[in-house]
């Protein structure tokens, strides 16, 4: 642990700094005690990152197994008087997080890779602890675009991890002219288990585009969380969906997904986009959440990116 920390103090430009509590990066998951048995440490960990205004980001190291539990105990009010932002990072069991501190206006939550995950699906071997060193040199391009990341004079750490990358797709289902569009959503499941608490209720879907993926979960299953949104009304106030990576044991399940929105999207001329862009897959392209972004129509091809921004300041 002692080293991992190491390699990521290391290439973390300033002025940031890295703090965390080893105990919860270190903890085992006993399913015989309910997968983890440190709730109440992590939620302290979580609540002291979202009230101190010194705290830049929430960087989830992994996806986060049994962490939609403790969510009811955190207090995110304090990011409605916070001064700075505040960014949150992280996939999979973290789209509760990303999409609840994105609802805020000084939140802006990201629906990217956890750096752990590099671990995983970057091949070959001796590749991937470059790519987790540079997923943190590059971070500093969300937190300060401005700034040009020290030791990386041709900003090569910033296109490392897709992070300039826009999300490309096709579209499938019904018609869209682009424009400026917000998204929410993230992994499905997860979704749908945040929809009925009050941290959920905060996630508008209204006007927005739906963003959604999954792994590992059977078509019944898939058709079960989308009903659950259905419910909820959100089908019915979404501008259009996009459809992920969604496969199990190796199998693409895009097209079933897409079938299934059939049975769930109030109207034929709701637009769907299919891409590959992000999900349990590799690379992944960073979803900013419930941001401005231009979606770019092409004929069946859709491109979404980040809107440039820039601002005049008195002298």
């Known amino acids: 642990m002692d080293a991992y920390l190491a390699a990521i103090r290391a290439k973390l430009p300033s002025p940031y700094r890295l703090t965390c509590d080893k105990r919860l990066l270190t903890a085992e998951e006993d399913l015989a005690r309910g997968g983890r048995f440190d709730d109440a440490r992590r939620v302290r960990d979580l609540q002291r ?30 990011l409605s008087r916070r001064k700075g932002r505040l960014w949150a990072f992280g996939f999979s069991e973290m789209t509760s997080l990303v ?16 750096p752990n995950y590099v671990g995983w699906k970057v091949e070959p071997q001796d590749e991937r ?28 750490a910033r296109d490392l991890v897709a992070a300039t990358r826009p999300i490309e797709g096709r579209l499938v289902r019904g018609r ?16 749908a288990a945040l929809l009925t608490g009050p941290q959920g209720r905060r996630i508008r879907s209204d006007g927005r585009w739906l ?25 019915g106030r979404v501008a259009g969906v996009i459809v992920g990576d969604f496969h199990t044991r190796g199998a693409d399940q895009r097209d079933e997904t897409v079938a299934l929105l059939r049975f769930h999207l109030p109207s034929a001329a709701t637009p769907v986009v299919v891409s590959t862009s992000f999900g349990h897959t590799w690379p992944i392209v960073p979803v900013p959440v419930n941001q401005r972004l231009r979606m770019t129509v092409s004929g069946r091809a859709v491109t979404i990116e980040r809107v440039a921004t820039g601002r005049v300041v008195r002298r």
């Open 211 to 235: 963003f959604i993926e999954d792994v590992n979960e059977a078509c019944h299953r898939i058709d079960r969380h989308l009903a659950a949104l259905k419910m909820a009304g959100w089908f």
């Open 49 to 78: 990152a979202i009230d101190d205004e010194n705290c830049a980001a929430i960087v989830a190291a992994s996806g986060g197994g049994f962490f939609a539990r403790i969510l009811p105990n955190v207090d995110f009010s304090g």
């Open 129 to 156: 602890l470059a790519a987790f060193e540079q997923f943190w040199a590059g971070l500093a391009a969300w937190l300060a675009p401005s700034r040009r990341v020290a030791g990386d004079p041709d900003g090569a």
């Open 99 to 114: 999409n609840v501190v994105g609802s805020y206006r000084s939140g802006r939550g990201v629906y990217w890779l956890c």
């Open 176 to 191: 869209t002219t682009g424009g400026t569009v917000r998204l929410v959503g993230g992994c499905l499941s997860v979704l």
